[in-house]
């Protein structure tokens, strides 16, 4: 009997070691917050979201621990028009492993403005993707903002390892727009709420004039950064083929906001890829670059010339 039960806690035991597929680290900052309210409340929201996110199971998939995905979250709070209603903005980010190699690449890097919420201490974190506004709106608005980015974190993961691999997390993600909470404070969850929210990145990703992005963030990673051990230049040539896409598109798609989505946190990882490319591939991608992603245009044109 002592035996069987020894070996039921093993299974339990290996089977939770390989369920969760997010390795988040999640950090509140309140500086900006009145100091009328307790400090340890921020203490133990940050406690309260990093266990959300990384002891909730998102996917069906076994995720073993070194395949967990890589993520951080920074919420800056400040005081609200209400009490116990807080503020702020969040800033995303997600890293991908590149085959063979100890270098992670940035996948997401986001910051979210319209954040509003309401959180008293000790307050229980529940999210039910049937029922995502709740019976609280502004309570519900923090789950739903950890999960909606959660899903996106696995939607372009899976994105970046297989053609359309990540369509169920979009969609997922989708499904939290569409049932978002609403009321006073709330935004960023409709269109009229702003031309780079929420809803538009899902929306890009699965609008069907725009499935070309689902083939850039696959060539980028799959075809090109998973492939410099084994054939340095046939990869960076994909990378450029990707850059080729990415105008292409920005061409006939002006102004999305997918597009300078994917560029968001690249810029030193396309500087140095594209630094040891072949001389055209260097010279494409110096052409291309400054006219996509402005925020880097003079790294690029300063670093590559």
């Excluded at 369920?19 to 509140?28: F, G, S």
């Excluded at 039910?128 to 939607?155: F, M």
Aim: net charge neutral; aromatic share 12%; charged share 20%.
């Amino acid at each position: 009997m002592r035996k069987i039960i020894l070996i039921i806690l093993f299974v339990c035991t290996l089977q939770s070691s390989y369920a969760q597929e997010l390795n988040a680290r999640v950090t509140v900052v309140s500086s900006r917050v009145s100091n009328t309210v307790n400090r340890s409340t921020f203490t133990t929201l940050q406690t309260a979201l990093t266990n959300f996110l990384n002891t909730q199971k998102w996917t069906k998939d076994a995720f073993a621990p070194n395949e967990k995905i890589e993520c951080n979250f920074l919420l800056n709070l400040e005081s609200g028009a209400e009490p116990n209603v807080y503020t702020g903005f969040l800033t995303i980010q997600a890293a991908r492993p590149v085959f063979n190699a100890s270098y992670t690449s940035p996948l997401i890097n986001f910051k979210d403005d319209n954040i509003t919420f309401r959180y008293v201490e000790f307050q229980q974190l529940d999210f039910n993707e049937n029922r995502v506004t709740g019976p609280q709106p502004l309570v519900s608005n923090l789950t739903a903002l950890i999960a909606y980015y959660a899903n996106l974190i696995l939607a372009f993961d899976y994105a970046s390892f297989s053609l359309h691999g990540g369509d169920p997390y979009f969609i997922k993600a989708q499904n939290i727009v569409n049932n978002a909470p609403d009321g006073r404070g709330i935004a960023g969850w409709k269109a009229f709420d702003g031309i780079r929210n929420r809803y538009w990145l899902v929306e890009n990703m699965l609008n069907t004039r725009y499935t070309v992005m689902h083939d850039v963030y696959y060539n980028y990673y799959r075809l090109g950064l998973d492939q410099l051990y084994n054939n340095d230049k046939a990869a960076r040539a994909e990378m450029v083929n990707v850059l080729n896409l990415l105008e292409k598109f920005n061409q006939d798609n002006p102004n999305t906001m997918i597009n300078q989505f994917f560029f968001q946190g690249k810029g030193n990882e396309l500087v140095q890829l594209f630094a040891k490319a072949l001389p055209p591939d260097k010279a494409r991608a110096l052409e291309i670059l400054p006219k996509l992603d402005l925020t880097n245009a003079a790294k690029y044109r300063e670093e590559l010339k």
